[in-house]
């Protein structure tokens, strides 16, 4: 088993993205700050309002995470002044509300996206990623993988520069490992990224598997190195060597 | 019936009956003064006429000879009622008749004196019409003084009644009704804003406990979830541990779903959720029905979108897509192999017929909390309550029904 390499050597950015987390649960914010960096962001952390009010004011991040219910304000407000401010931050909200009147509300105020806690870190990351790639390459954007070359924009993917057919969940399962290279990711995690709230029908582990089994032979098929690794019990990993 | 309406009953019974009485009273009374009067005015005739013929000697000569006759076939002193026909007009005229003797020279002779009593009969004519006259006008003018009287001094009522219709909990400003200055409409106020106060205050503060309650467990969920799966990324997880760790972790998401399911059931209980927009049903829908693709694909249903009419619905978004999104999932999820899945959309109902085996239970039962066809199933089983919820909240119908031919579970909601 190869140690942990940092993500963005797999799949490249231009240049580091920062983050700043605004998160009051101290277990949770080092929990997203060790999985943050392990994935090759440089992350900032505020554990209040005041704290992320100052920073935001102070800094310039690429992408923010914020938490709604915090000690000494709301969420809602900092991404109000993120607005008011004119930010060229992406701004992801976490929140345990679960209100669905304060994720329409967060999205109008112009956050990015809303995920609800709690959430798996792998599509935290999956998440962050479309709102970074969304904010920063402005169409003109592409996604390199050992010898893959992913075109979100066309929905292409080039195998050793030859076009690759792909289902269309077998390309979101794709794309969703290329959110999170070098992790395991959960069986669980995958189906809730697939198919959200219907994620605990009965047979979602057994599609899982069998668009894993189909997207690996056409991999295959066209000659690319097998980075797909099954983990038992567990779930699925792309490696990146 | 109103209020003023039934005053104005019960005014008009209560003056009816006084003025019959009234009426009464006033017309004997005058009956009797009059005919007292006519008596008084023939005695004092008849003392004129014994006076006079004492002091002449001579019985009067006849002018009227029908208010006088001398020596008529009457032959005894009285006082009495007569009715003698008037051949001017045509008619029984009542007299009052007065008999009396006289002695002339000696000899006795027998007075008749007659008054007409049609003038004090024309006299209660004009009392009475008179009578009645103020009692209409009275009658009327009570009305008109009610009707105002309603208009003018309850309107503070009708005005606190359509500020307490137009009225919402989830409103942030409380009720504020205009001071009056009569009493007891002014208490009517206090008593209704302080209820509301009261009622606003308890709404926010189960509101917070749910929302509290929802952040509290969310977030100890999270951070579990958050830590388990950076667990299973310790390629030195030993194996034995890998078992322990995923039996956690799933525990924990399931508890995170029936968690976030039971809020947002007692969320809809409560009526915690803001005023709908027009939600486009058919796109819901066919959404829905898209995401549903890979399960139905496996099941190798059979999918008939009879109508799809473009139904539009005043709801709150995501919970027209939960009631949509559970009623389909569950018409996949209990379907056969093979089986057939209808769905029809029309401006009316919306029906989602499944084949499935015949329940053995009660089926309005499924709509109960955690009841489950299959009691091993991972889902906690509250698709259904909060599909009926959520049509509770918005008064729809949600009905059952079952075709034995073809096995066919149909649910329909109705709008």
Known sequence: ?241 | MKLLARTNRYYLGLSALLFVLGTGVLYTGLQHALAHEVDEQLQQQRTYLTERIRVTGALPTITMPQELTIDGPTRSESLRDTVIFDPVEHEAVPFRVISFPVTVQGQRHWLTLRKSLLETEDILKVILTVMLAVMALLFGSLLLLNQWLSRWLWAPFRHTLKALRGYQLQQPQSLVLPATPIDEFSELNQAVAQLTQRVAADYRALKEFTENAAHETQTPLAIMQAQLEQLVQDPELPERAVGAVQHVYRAALRLSRLHQALTLLSKIENRQFTDGVPVQLDAVVQEKLRQLHDFMEAKELRLEVGTLAPVSAVMHPGLAESLIGNLLQNAVKHNLPGGLLRVHLRAAALEITNTGPELRTDPMLLLGRFRKHNAASESPGLGLSIAEQICTYYGFRLSYSFIPAGALHTLRVTF
């Open chain 1, 1 to 241: 088993m190869p140690p942990l390499r940092p993500a963005a050597a797999a799949v490249v950015f231009p240049y580091s993205v920062k983050i700043l987390i605004v998160e009051d649960e101290a277990p949770l914010r080092t929990t997203l700050l060790d999985f943050l960096r392990h994935g090759g962001y440089i992350c900032e952390i505020a554990e209040n309002y005041e704290q992320a009010h100052e920073k935001i004011k102070l800094y310039q991040y690429d992408c923010v995470l914020v938490d709604l219910t915090l000690p000494d304000g709301s969420g809602l407000d900092l991404v109000r002044t993120l607005k008011a401010d004119h930010s060229l931050a992406g701004v992801l909200i976490i929140s345990a509300r679960g209100s669905l009147d304060d994720k329409v509300q967060g999205l109008e105020l112009g956050a990015d996206d809303y995920l609800q806690k709690p959430f798996h870190l792998a599509e935290l990351n999956a998440r962050l990623r479309s709102i970074i790639r969304r904010r920063q390459f402005q169409g003109q954007r592409h996604i390199m993988f050992r010898d893959l070359t992913i075109f979100p924009d066309q929905t292409l993917v080039l195998v050793k520069d030859q076009p690759l057919t792909l289902t269309r969940r077998e390309y979101d399962l794709l794309l969703f490992l290329l959110a999170n290279p070098n992790r395991v990711l959960t069986k669980e995690a995958i189906a809730e990224h697939i198919w959200g709230d219907d994620a605990d029908m009965a047979d979602s582990f057994d599609f899982i598997y069998t668009h894993f089994k189909n997207l690996r032979k056409k991999l295959q098929e066209h000659g690319a190195d097998n980075y797909i690794r099954t983990v038992y019990g567990l779930g699925y990993k792309l490696e990146t060597a």
